[in-house]
């Protein structure tokens, strides 16, 4: 400050003082170590954390060990997830199968059930005697007609038609039998 009592800034005071010259502006030497063996064999190595990369690190697909521990990871609990979901489809395979055996034997049994339910049937019985007192008729006239060398073709098929005419009309009385009559098992 002046004695003036106007303040001057710091700058204008350097400013309004001696010029220095081009040495005294320079700035002082740095001092240099010279390095012997046995002055750097007691420095600390300061290096020791710093790890040296190569030129394409940037590009690699893994950079660190982390990256590498996670990806093998998740390949592993990636590999874990296909075995368990491999089980569980080879489980669900097998309990289809199950099913469709336990299907099989209850189908088996509601067919025998309902087999043994319709042999208890008049009609389905008179229908079971009709054929084959039918089919020896049938049998033993073709057997007679054989042994007489009357038997031809023709003969043959006027019993198909009489067969079919048989079969139709047995259709007809059992279709209205059943639906006057219906059976159930008591």
Known sequence: MSESGSEMSYADVVASGPQQSAEEARANPVDEVIPTDQSVESLIDVNTGVAVVPNDFLEQEVQTET????????EAAAAEAAEAAEAEKKAEKREARKEKASDKASDKA???EK???LAQNPIIQANGVLFAIAAI????GAYRKHQAGQLTW???GLWSVGVATLVGGDYCLSN???????????
């Open 110 to 112: 509601a067919k025998k």
């Open 154 to 156: 023709k003969l043959a």
């Open 176 to 186: 209205f039998l059943w639906k006057k009559y219906p059976f159930s098992k008591k």
């Open 137 to 140: 008729a049938l049998g033993f």
């Open 67 to 74: 990256q590498a521990k996670r990806i093998e990871l998740e």
């Open 115 to 117: 087999a043994k339910t």
